[in-house]
């Protein structure tokens, strides 16, 4: 089971302020994925989700099903860094949805850096 480690995280206020500034913005009903050019060789992941989401508890669980998601479909993301933010309404997602909504917005990204 491949892991989350340090390396595959953006873990930075600055690398977060890059990716809103100059990334790519892909909306999805529950949330925004924004991409950017890679720093590493590598994907890198970020979560943002305020407590307008929803309390620590609520929040906690989507960054959880962010996270093995990111785990477990680590083909879908192409080598760069995303940040990953959950708005409103996503407290009431289940995993298959978190993975239908971040794989369409995933492939509409894959479109845009292939070209």
Known sequence: MPTFDKSGRLRKRWEFTRLSSSGNRQMAAHFVVISSDPVFSWARLGITVSKKVGNAVVRNRIKRLIR????NNRILFPVADYNIIARSGASH?????????LANALSRIGRKISH
Request: with cysteine; hydrophobic share 40%; aromatic share 24%.
């Open 68 to 71: 093995e998601f990111f785990r």
């Open 93 to 101: 997602l289940d995993y298959s949805a978190v993975c239908q909504e």
